[in-house]
């Protein structure tokens, strides 16, 4: 009877071991995540399948030649530091990979580094678990702190864990890579497409720009003439003045037209970039006292030179600011400013105006997108264009408790940065900034 109860008992335990593994190999591999997350719910799970409260999870690196460790339970960060100063499980250890290879789950009795990585169990007391596939050895399973060489049954549930541990991180690391590509190939469908449209939109606006500029020449020198013979104070020399002004902003707009059909041409070279915020101070005063808009300048003295066409960077530092102001019809606050942060250097272009919908900061910096009646869509889009060519990140946000900052951020660096590749790239939207 007693010998008919410990049979039933050592099935209802075998089956339970059996039922823990389908119910581990389930969770094991639902778990859709990256490669370190499925080893991390991969370790945890081989510790709770064998009873002990110890582990590593190591996987062969292809580029480095040694087993890097993945994930870690139960050790000290001692432990762990000691490992990863370690020459680990390379080509210094053959037999050790030989008896992988051969052998499922052999019990390394005296090996040097096992006594230095679980000290309180013994190299005896440690059990390892090959991954691997059927061409080589692809990763271990170090398992310590209980009794797992003495119970056949554990052996095997490991034995048999280990080889899906397997299969599930092959898997979350095929599934990781697949898709990183897919994103890298709908970015880049993303950027074909608009780079003909824009190429095509480019032509078109070379063209029409070509035809409007030379009547726009004629009206402009005609209005010149006639303003000639009118008195300054008359309502016709008025008009006429009215006149020149409206061409000059359509010919500033052609001109804009014409960049887009051209590729930029950036004359990039170190320099100081108190000089450009300076120039644009001095330009933008008039109209800022006129309006009665406060001008702030903050630049220190010992900002260091930063990679920039300074004259196309000021045209966007220009238009950056004439767009402030337009928001600032009665008044306000404009501010210019640089400061380090690291390794950048950001230069910031805020005002305290209304601020920008949040719907539509990730439609800003889009070609022909304008949130003014009568705009082109393509003065942001060109300063964009133009920091991204010069290798310069460019970020809008809007600031409590009301107001907008657009923000270069400059790689302080001794080579010529590379361009950032984006087509007017589209920002999320952002939380305001203090």
Same mark, same amino acid.
């Given at each position: 009877?007693?010998?008919?109860?410990?049979?039933?008992?050592?099935?209802?335990?075998?089956?339970?071991?059996?039922?823990?593994?389908?119910?581990?190999?389930?969770?094991?591999?639902?778990?859709?995540?990256?490669?370190?997350?499925?080893?991390?719910?991969?370790?945890?799970?081989?510790?709770e399948?064998?009873s002990?409260?110890r582990?590593?999870?190591?996987?062969?690196?292809?580029?480095?030649?040694?087993?890097?460790?993945?994930?870690?339970?139960?050790?000290?960060?001692?432990?762990v530091?000691?490992?990863m100063?370690?020459?680990?499980?390379?080509?210094?250890?053959?037999? =050790? &990979?030989?008896?992988?290879?051969? %052998? +499922?789950?052999p019990?390394? *009795?005296?090996?040097? $580094?096992?006594? @230095?990585?679980?000290?309180?169990d013994?190299?005896?007391?440690?059990?390892?678990?090959p991954?691997?596939?059927?061409?080589?050895?692809?990763?271990?399973?170090?398992?310590?702190?209980?009794?797992?060489?003495?119970?056949?049954?554990?052996?095997?549930?490991?034995?048999?864990?280990?080889?899906?541990?397997?299969?599930?991180?092959?898997?979350?690391?095929?599934?990781?890579?697949?898709?990183?590509?897919?994103?890298?190939?709908?970015?880049a469908?993303?950027?074909?497409?608009?780079?003909?449209?824009?190429?095509?939109?480019?032509?078109?606006?070379?063209?029409?720009?070509?035809?409007?500029?030379?009547p726009?020449?004629?009206?402009?020198?005609?209005?010149? =003439? &006639?303003m000639?013979?009118?008195? %300054? +104070?008359?309502?016709?020399? *008025?008009?006429?003045? $009215?006149?020149? @002004?409206k061409?000059?902003?359509?010919?500033?707009?052609?001109?804009?037209?014409?960049?887009?059909?051209?590729?930029?041409?950036?004359?990039?070279?170190?320099?100081?970039?108190?000089?450009?915020?300076?120039?644009?101070?001095?330009?933008?005063?008039?109209?800022?006292?006129?309006?009665?808009?406060?001008?702030?300048?903050?630049?220190?003295?010992?900002?260091?030179?930063?990679?920039?066409?300074?004259?196309?960077?000021?045209?966007?530092?220009?238009?950056l600011?004439?767009?402030?102001?337009q928001?600032?019809?009665?008044?306000g606050?404009?501010?210019?400013?640089?400061a380090?942060?690291?390794?950048r250097?950001?230069?910031?272009?805020?005002d305290?105006?209304?601020g920008?919908?949040?719907?539509?900061?990730?439609?800003?910096?889009?070609?022909?997108?304008?949130?003014?009646?009568?705009?082109?869509?393509?003065?942001?889009?060109?300063?964009?264009?133009?920091?991204?060519?010069?290798?310069?990140?460019?970020?809008?946000?809007?600031?409590?408790?009301?107001?907008?900052?657009?923000?270069?951020?400059?790689?302080?660096?001794?080579?010529?940065?590379?361009?950032?590749?984006?087509?007017?790239?589209?920002?999320?939207?952002?939380?305001?900034?203090?």
């Amino acid at each position: 009877m007693a010998s008919q109860e410990k049979n039933i008992e050592a099935v209802s335990e075998e089956n339970r071991r059996l039922w823990a593994l389908a119910r581990a190999t389930s969770i094991l591999f639902s778990h859709r995540a990256s490669r370190s997350l499925s080893c991390a719910r991969a370790l945890e799970l081989a510790l709770e399948l064998s009873s002990t409260t110890r582990g590593m999870l190591l996987i062969f690196n292809q580029d480095s030649g040694l087993f890097e460790l993945e994930s870690s339970q139960g050790l000290s960060n001692e432990q762990v530091e000691s490992y990863m100063e370690m020459p680990v499980f390379d080509r210094e250890y053959p037999e =050790l &990979l030989e008896a992988l290879r051969h %052998e +499922a789950g052999p019990m390394l *009795k005296s090996h040097p $580094l096992l006594a @230095q990585l679980f000290p309180e169990d013994g190299p005896e007391a440690v059990y390892v678990l090959p991954l691997q596939s059927e061409e080589d050895l692809e990763g271990m399973l170090l398992l310590a702190g209980g009794d797992v060489a003495q119970q056949p049954s554990i052996v095997l549930v490991a034995r048999i864990f280990a080889q899906r541990v397997h299969a599930a991180v092959s898997t979350a690391y095929l599934f990781e890579q697949l898709r990183g590509k897919t994103e890298a190939l709908e970015a880049a469908t993303i950027t074909l497409v608009e780079t003909e449209k824009l190429a095509l939109a480019g032509q078109m606006s070379g063209t029409v720009a070509h035809q409007l500029r030379n009547p726009l020449s004629v009206i402009s020198a005609s209005v010149q =003439l &006639l303003m000639q013979d009118q008195d %300054e +104070a008359s309502d016709a020399y *008025k008009a006429m003045d $009215l006149v020149c @002004q409206k061409v000059a902003d359509m010919d500033a707009t052609i001109g804009v037209l014409q960049e887009l059909a051209k590729p930029l041409n950036l004359q990039l070279r170190p320099i100081g970039v108190g000089t450009s915020l300076t120039t644009i101070q001095r330009f933008i005063a008039p109209r800022c006292h006129s309006q009665g808009v406060e001008l702030a300048l903050g630049v220190p003295s010992d900002l260091p030179p930063i990679w920039m066409d300074e004259n196309k960077f000021q045209r966007c530092l220009l238009d950056l600011c004439v767009n402030s102001l337009q928001e600032l019809p009665h008044g306000g606050r404009l501010v210019l400013a640089a400061a380090r942060f690291g390794t950048r250097l950001e230069v910031r272009v805020e005002d305290n105006g209304p601020g920008i919908p949040p719907e539509l900061l990730p439609k800003l910096f889009e070609p022909f997108f304008s949130t003014k009646a009568r705009g082109s869509g393509l003065g942001l889009y060109n300063v964009k264009r133009v920091a991204d060519a010069m290798g310069v990140a460019l970020e809008v946000h809007n600031v409590e408790p009301h107001g907008a900052s657009f923000r270069f951020s400059f790689p302080i660096t001794q080579e010529k940065p590379q361009p950032i590749l984006t087509l007017a790239s589209r920002q999320e939207p952002r939380e305001p900034r203090p």
